[in-house]
């Protein structure tokens, strides 16, 4: 079992930047990818961005490229999210998951565990 929780939402304007952590309760081996996701009111989650827990494989969605970047420390069960460029369509809670998988993957039903999410509100 693992638990991950998030932290750093919160509200910014369009265009700043905020940045998303997640800690895992206990290490994760290299079999796991982490990846973070968001649900928009209203919405579908969908997929963000995905990172290998070697952190030699990341994935974005195509709404956050080249705005987003994804990372983890191993040594400090941490994986982050780091958000710049903001946008309103931004806005959702923002979750963070493992997968038992190599390599991250965009379906939400691969990942086993989640996090509670965390608010983030892009103003406009």
């Known amino acids: 079992q693992v638990q991950l929780r998030e932290s750093g939402g919160g509200l910014v304007q369009t265009g700043g930047s905020l940045r998303l952590s997640c800690a895992a309760s206990?290490?994760?081996?290299?079999?796991?990818?982490m990846g973070w996701f968001r649900r928009a009111p209203g919405k579908e989650r969908e997929f963000v961005a995905g990172?290998?827990?070697?952190?030699?494989?990341?994935t974005y969605a195509d709404s956050v490229k080249g705005r987003f970047t994804i990372s983890r420390d191993g040594a400090k069960n941490m994986v982050y999210l780091q958000m710049n460029s903001l946008r309103p369509e931004d806005t959702a809670v923002y979750y963070c998951?493992?997968?038992?998988?190599?390599?991250?993957?965009?379906?939400?039903?691969?990942?086993?565990?989640w996090g509670q999410g965390t608010q983030v509100t892009v103003s406009s």
């Open positions: 998951a493992a997968a038992l998988r190599a390599v991250p993957v965009d379906l939400a039903d691969e990942y086993r565990y």
């Open positions: 206990r290490r994760l081996s290299s079999s796991y990818a």
């Open positions: 990172i290998s827990w070697s952190g030699g494989t990341t």
